[in-house]
């Protein structure tokens, strides 16, 4: 019969751990009969879901080899200084166990001289006779990248839209972000986001623009 014979956890694929920006992603590819118990641990306290933390298991079927294995993920939104420190990905049968590790390093380290991107001061928004601004003060280094965003769309500069980022000359590597639009109408309302990011960390401010 073609049935697989019980086998200890094994990896399928290495292990791999991902940035993606505002969320950090680990994933492990398992075979193994019976289907191992995967555990995720921080530390030595067991991962649970929340709304900043997701675990994920969808089971796969490499067609080349015929083989099928279940891949487990556990992704953290936004991650900070609380979420740093070892993981492991334990996964038990009748068999054997199988072990993961993985060390999640948030901030910029101690005594090193760079800064996670954070706010200095609050963002506003300025209204003036013909334009509006959103604007807020990034402290970062290395420099941050920055991107806005109107209801998770990307946005651009045109004839209208102008993005700019200026080094404050009396402050330390803060940055003065500003999306200025000439002559707003109500299609520009909406919920805008600017991201700020260094291979430190991702920092997110949150503004409306509200049309009636």
Not at 113 to 128: L, N, Y
Not at 132 to 152: F, G, H, M, N
């Amino acid at each position: 019969m073609g049935d697989q014979p019980d086998a200890a956890p094994k990896f399928f694929k290495d292990p791999v751990m991902r940035d993606e920006s505002e969320r950090m992603v680990m994933v492990c590819a398992i075979t193994g009969k019976p289907e191992p118990k995967v555990t995720w641990l921080h530390g030595e306290h067991e991962v649970k879901k929340d709304k900043k933390v997701k675990i994920d298991k969808d089971k796969e079927k490499d067609k080349e080899k015929g083989e099928t294995y279940w891949e487990h993920t556990l992704v953290i939104m936004e991650p900070k200084k609380e979420n740093a420190g070892k993981y492991k990905c334990v996964a038990k049968n009748e068999l054997g166990e199988l072990t993961a590790n993985f060390t999640l390093s948030i901030g910029a380290p101690d005594g090193s001289g760079d800064i996670t991107p954070e706010f200095v001061g609050k963002p506003e928004i300025v209204q003036g006779d013909k334009k509006i601004t959103l604007q807020c003060k990034v402290k970062a280094r290395p420099e941050p990248e920055v991107k806005w965003s109107r209801d998770d769309n990307e946005v651009k500069e045109d004839s209208r839209v102008k993005l700019t980022k200026t080094k404050e000359k009396d402050q330390a590597d803060v940055y003065l972000l500003k999306l200025e639009i000439t002559d707003p109408a109500k299609p520009d309302g909406g919920k805008y986001k600017c991201n700020a990011s260094n291979k430190y960390g991702v920092l997110n401010a949150n503004l409306s623009i509200n049309y009636g």
